[in-house]
């Protein structure tokens, strides 16, 4: 069994911890939370909830810690200092900051002869591996990546910080029209206008001037202000009844030529019922590689694309290629 | 420069050739025929054909050899022999007999101190790789493999073969509304008639006897006696004119839940103008990967699912890491 620890339960643990259940080799062994422990209950019984003042002594029996913490602060100071004591993996997704903080948890890792896995979900992850062979394959090619139809929840956290907001939900969408034009091979130069639209369905407090929350929100800068947005004011009711989900998903399209005039289209989709079940899913599948790699010897930071893929599955060699192959 | 060797000129050689042409860092060196050398013209210029003997030597100054025969006879006489002298690289697709090829290349490329990679392609490999991909992030889940719409090679010449006709070109095709329910996530029990149907374009002898060839064809058992056949009857100008492609393509879908009632659609898609040529350019990529894993010193048979994908670009880790995730 490859013991698992998860430090942070929000939307993200909640959905590592779903997927280890589908996992018959992998042992939740306990939940790890800058909260008091007593005020958190976990989904899975008999596991332990502790403070991450317990990981502090390197000492916890655990083959991997998932740190389900955000890109912006949490992460870049948390996957570095857990990943000098444990095996780690993170969903960092700050794109722009990958490279330091790889190069950070590399170091770190590779002092206490551990692995670290970063930016592991499924983009950055799934999409990214796809965008990687695509191109690998086709090098002479352009890929795209569509997002949705789903919920962005950093697109949501900024409308719920306008005044007069109680509740929203954001809806990414990609343009029919440009997965057309990518499908097709047209390899077209689109627009961020072009590619998506955004909708968004929006509580306001009572008496609240809609017009104006409208109006902030499309011409919020780098949120909405590039996109044609839709609003729709709703009530609370209506919120929870019809958009409690987090479903996700969307398309990296690769499209590229052999020969002059022969060309080939590869898409990878993704129609996800849970963005973070599924995130955890894909983050559980490589804790499983975490932990082989490093008791094989392997230490330092890895991405996606550093491992083999037979060391995501439970299944043996044999097996693998008896089955998948 | 990475120096490849390709064995067999037919439509996979000259598949990796186009595809070796788009890979800055890669060089063939020669092509190896068993046919006489000075009748073979090849679409580089200055490369020149050699026969098959002399790879005997072991002493072909190329990095990789790419063996392009086929499945049912040349590859499990050639790839073991030539593992013993070459790093090499097959496309073997005779699912039951993988097992018994694996071991082979393994023995002989681990005592030369070779690397050999077996059944590369799109089914097996690329395909296989997301069979795996998605088995191993959604346990709890099945998959789903349909070819096409494309020309079937096997079936085609399985037609050719009947008394009274000249040519042929079969197309494989996914039945639309089996698509639709796998896509839907219903995880639907699939016979193989509701899959896949079968439409044949024949040219056949003047005079022939035409009710007897469409019910030989439609009777011919493994081929299409379980599947709806569709035969149609054209001139040798029309197979010319409409038919001289090699397009092919099709779908991976696989469906799985995270929790109850959670369930996540993943597709992976192909729509290929030349079947060799994308074949070709995927073994180029893990030619590729089959020099570099050498030359680290590993050696042995090795799939798809051993090779991490880095190994298959041309681009350095950093730049995969700033550009593909």
Redesign the interface.
């Known amino acids: 069994m490859i013991k698992v620890g998860i430090l942070g339960y929000g939307n993200l643990g909640r959905?590592v911890e779903?997927?280890i259940?589908?996992?018959g080799d992998m042992e939740l062994c306990a939940v790890y939370t800058r909260r008091d422990p007593d005020s958190v209950t976990l989904a899975t019984e008999d596991v332990p909830v502790k403070s991450t003042a317990d990981l502090d002594s390197g000492k916890e029996d655990i083959d991997v810690l998932i740190i389900c913490g955000g890109s912006a602060t949490d992460l870049p100071e948390m996957t570095p200092k857990y990943a000098a004591m444990y095996n780690v993996i993170d969903s960092f997704d700050t794109?722009a900051n990958?490279?330091v903080h790889?190069a950070n948890v590399d170091k770190a890792a590779k002092s206490a002869g551990k692995v670290g896995v970063i930016?592991c979900g499924w983009d950055?992850g799934?999409f990214?591996?796809?965008?990687?062979?695509a191109?690998?394959?086709?090098?002479?090619g352009k890929d795209y990546t569509f997002w949705g139809k789903g919920v962005s929840q950093g697109h949501s956290d900024a409308v719920r910080r306008i005044d007069g907001v109680v509740d929203c939900r954001q809806y990414t969408i990609p343009v029919p029209a440009a997965l057309d034009r990518v499908?097709n091979?047209e390899n077209p130069e689109l627009t961020t206008r072009e590619k998506h639209t955004r909708e968004c369905f929006v509580v306001a407090e009572d008496g609240a001037d809609l017009a104006r929350i409208e109006n902030e929100i499309k011409t919020m800068p780098n949120y909405f202000s590039d996109y044609d947005t839709t609003v729709h004011f709703i009530s609370a009711e209506e919120m929870k009844r019809d958009h409690s989900g987090l479903p996700h998903g969307g398309s990296v399209i690769y499209s590229g030529e052999?020969?002059d005039?022969?060309?080939?289209?590869?898409?990878?989709?993704?129609?996800?019922?849970?963005n973070p079940?599924?995130t955890?899913?894909?983050i559980v599948?490589y804790a499983?590689a975490v932990a082989r790699l490093n008791a094989e010897g392997k230490a330092g930071a890895m991405?996606?694309?550093?491992?083999?893929?037979?060391y995501?599955?439970?299944?043996s060699?044999?097996e693998?290629?008896?089955h998948?192959?």
Do not use: Q
């Open positions: 959905g779903a997927a259940k589908m996992n794109h990958i490279p790889f930016s950055p799934m990214s591996l796809n965008r990687l062979y191109s690998a394959v086709l090098p002479n499908r091979g052999t020969s005039g022969t060309n080939h289209v590869i898409e990878y989709s993704l129609k996800l019922d849970s079940e599924f955890g899913s894909v599948a499983r991405t996606v694309f550093d491992i083999a893929p037979a995501l599955s439970a299944k060699a044999e693998l290629r008896a998948c192959l």
